[in-house]
């Protein structure tokens, strides 16, 4: 069992910057394949970015590819998502998830464990 917990998330302007962060609790965090996924008021949970167990492969959503980068530190079991250049329509609650498989276009039904979101809110 991991569990995830994030952190990060706020209100920001348009043009702004974020970072999350995602904690996680296993001792094997380094064999996971970890991701970000969102999900606004209304709309299917959707995939934001993926990074291999050892972080040399990343995957973006091209949404915010440009905008959004991925990394992870295996050392502290911790996966984070750097967001600039913020618009509105990237508020969503966002996901930290666990476990999953780093295709192209990762899907959610692929992570095995998930964190409880935290929200992102863009005024523009």
């Known amino acids: 069992q991991v569990q995830l917990g994030e952190s990060g998330g706020g209100l920001v302007q348009a043009g702004g910057s974020l970072r999350l962060s995602c904690a996680a609790s296993?001792?094997?965090?380094?064999?996971?394949?970890m991701g970000w996924f969102r999900q606004a008021p209304g709309k299917e949970r959707e995939f934001v970015a993926g990074?291999?167990?050892?972080?040399?492969?990343?995957v973006y959503a091209d949404s915010v590819k440009g905008r959004f980068t991925i990394s992870r530190d295996n050392a502290k079991n911790t996966m984070t998502l750097q967001m600039n250049s913020l618009k509105p329509e990237d508020t969503a609650n966002y996901y930290c998830?666990?476990?999953?498989?780093?295709?192209?276009?990762?899907?959610?039904?692929?992570?095995?464990?998930w964190g409880q979101g935290t929200q992102v809110t863009v005024s523009s």
């Open positions: 998830a666990a476990g999953g498989i780093l295709t192209r276009t990762p899907q959610s039904s692929q992570f095995d464990y």
């Open positions: 990074i291999s167990g050892r972080g040399g492969n990343t």
């Open positions: 296993t001792r094997k965090f380094n064999t996971y394949t």
